[in-house]
């Protein structure tokens, strides 16, 4: 995802060069950026039947802190207007029938195509994590278990580890809250280590929609709040998904 962001944003540097210093990105309006509400991206992120597996769900390996905190977000979604999403293998199975915009796609004959964060397949070895949605908040919270394949510091997740998790959060939130597609920038503020196979709470803000940009911040934390593991910030660029 930063990859592409930087790609993407190289481009659009490109692109402004080529037709002039006075051309400036068309403002949009936050609520329905490029025809698409809130509901809708929602409606096709989250199928309400499928086939695909989704890896956002209990499993033996999950601590108690974990489980605990997902039943508590799971009774939010009844009433509080909270969303679980799911978390497919690629985020090709998230956005079915749409594509990147020309210019942009890249042809592969690959077919076990997985998103950073799904490459361990191993249940509690790697990125144990599900994340909640609120779509009139522009809110999200991640639970995430790091497994002892993230090892850095011996007990301890890898701060790439997190990064990646933060990245993983904004965009989703990103794309959901305004179609926010690729990472423009990352800043990451780490204060402690998170221990291998304890629970993180990443909390995520979507602080304003600006020049078809997404500014958002996070605090990830322990549960009750006591222990600050990192802060960090991100800006993702919106790019409206053409149809297949």
């Known amino acids: 995802m930063l990859r592409r962001g930087f790609q993407g944003a190289a481009r659009l540097s490109h692109h402004r060069a ?13 609520t329905s950026a490029f025809g698409s509400s809130t509901d809708s991206l929602v409606s096709r992120f989250c199928p309400k039947e499928t086939d695909l597996k989704d890896y956002a769900l209990p499993n033996a390996s999950w601590c108690p802190d974990m489980l605990s905190l997902y ?5 939010k979604t009844k009433a509080d207007g909270w969303i679980k999403l799911p978390s497919f293998k690629s985020n090709r199975d998230h956005i079915q029938g749409l594509k990147l915009p020309s210019g ?23 990125y144990e994590y599900v994340i909640f949605f609120h779509p009139s908040k522009k809110r999200s919270v991640c639970l ?14 890898h701060g790439g ?10 965009s989703k939130t990103a794309y959901l809250a305004g179609e926010g597609l690729f990472t423009l920038s990352l800043s990451i503020r780490f204060k402690n280590l998170i221990p291998v196979g304890s629970l993180a709470v990443l909390n995520v803000d979507v602080d304003k929609i600006e020049d078809q940009k997404l500014y958002m911040s996070c605090v990830t934390q ?23």
């Open 104 to 126: 942009l796609a890249v042809t592969s004959d690959e077919r076990d195509w997985r998103i950073f964060t799904r490459c361990i397949q191993v249940e509690g070895q790697g």
């Open 71 to 75: 039943q508590e977000f799971l009774e």
């Open 18 to 30: 080529l037709l002039g210093a006075s051309c400036i990105l068309p403002r949009l309006n936050p």
């Open 222 to 244: 322990s549960r009750d709040q006591k222990t600050v593991y990192a802060k960090s910030s991100g800006v993702f660029l919106q790019l409206q998904l053409e149809q297949e």
């Open 144 to 157: 995430f278990q790091p497994g002892p394949y993230l090892e850095g510091a011996p007990g301890f997740a």
């Open 161 to 170: 580890s997190l990064a990646a998790m933060m990245d993983e959060t904004f």
